[in-house]
Each structure stands twice: as structure tokens, then as C-alpha cells.
């Protein structure tokens, strides 16, 4: 499963602040399709937004160990739109990590890259009339992505963990995870096989976003 992984410069282990601005409010198991898994919630201490984790096994700081930052996406996590390749990436990592034995999935509720379920579908309406993912947001008058992964990583560090390699093809989830002090050890690339109309999402994602996709 873990293949054309690209390992990535090592950096420090050492949170930048010094403490957490999330909590741990629940925690369960959660046999799934895949595996079984353990599922816990967290919630911010300076904001209103929650957080959920998908984990398996023993998790610690010496162990790289398989991590992904996946942002909400209702369309295709949940129903099945074939606008994007969020659901599938969603999916195949849950695989990936069952495979493994061990990692953790962070569901990070800041759909349509920052902007809110109901400006997503705003923005959809924008791309029938001809917009890209990336032109609808700026067309609302929102950044391009208005995500910040600082928490995300947090609750890593809360989990144990130390030494990560990242399922992502996003550069800037990357940068924030090492700028947070995580030691970033790999990188997994994952893509999916698309057709229209998500290759034309993967193709603005790969040329205006930066994205590390082939």
C-alpha cells in the first residue's frame, strides 16, 4: 500500500508553544468496515471548533508512524460526490492505516478549505457557471484556503505521537505540521484514479495550490 513514499528533511520534535489550546472530551471504540478502531473527540479552548480522531494501535513518540490531516468534506466524505477525491482519500487512508496497525486520521471540520458547508455549496453554484474551486472562493470574497492545521497537530502531540509520515499531497499541511514541531519523516503521496469532473479539480489544486500531484 505504501508506495512511491518521498522521505522528507527531518526536523526537531519540540511543540513551539507551551501548551495545548485543545482538550480531550470523549473517547470510543468504533469497529468500522475496515478494522477496528478507536474513535476520540476533541474541542478547541479558543475557538468553537471540534475536531475528531480515528486511531489504531499503540501509538508513540520513537515510532513514525502513518498520519493524516483530512478536512471535512460532507459532499464526498458523505454523499458520494465525485466533484473532488476527498471520500476516497478518506477511505483508502482508514485502509492504509487498518493495513499498518497503527496511525491516526485527524477530521478536521473546516469544509470547502475554510469556508462553511453553505458558502461550499455557494461556491459549487459558481463553478456550474464556469468558476474553478479556486476563483468561486475568491468570487465570495473568501481566501483561496483559509485553514490553519496548528491544532491539528496538537492533538497529534496529544496522542503521542513524535514522528510522522504524512498521507497528503498538500505541501502547506507539510510546513504546518513541522512548523509545529512535529518531526515529519515521510511523506506518503495518495491519489486517485478520476474522471471529469474531479481531474479538473486535481488539475487546479496541482496548478494554483501547489499540490504534489502527478
Known sequence: MLINAKPLEENSCEMSTPSLTVERVAEANLPTEYGDFRIAGYRSTISDEEFVVLYKGELDAETPTLVRIHSQCLTGDVFGSIKCDCGPQLHRTISMIEDAGHGAIVYQQQEGRGIGILNKIRAYALQDQGADTVEANEL?????????????????????????????????KLKALEDAGLRVVERIPIEITTNEPAAHYLRTKKEKLGHLIK
Open 140 to 172: 465570495l470574497g473568501f481566501a483561496v484556503d483559509g485553514r490553519d492545521y496548528r491544532q491539528c497537530a496538537e492533538i497529534l502531540f496529544d496522542l503521542g505521537l513524535c514522528k510522522v509520515r504524512v498521507i497528503s499531497n498538500n505541501p502547506d
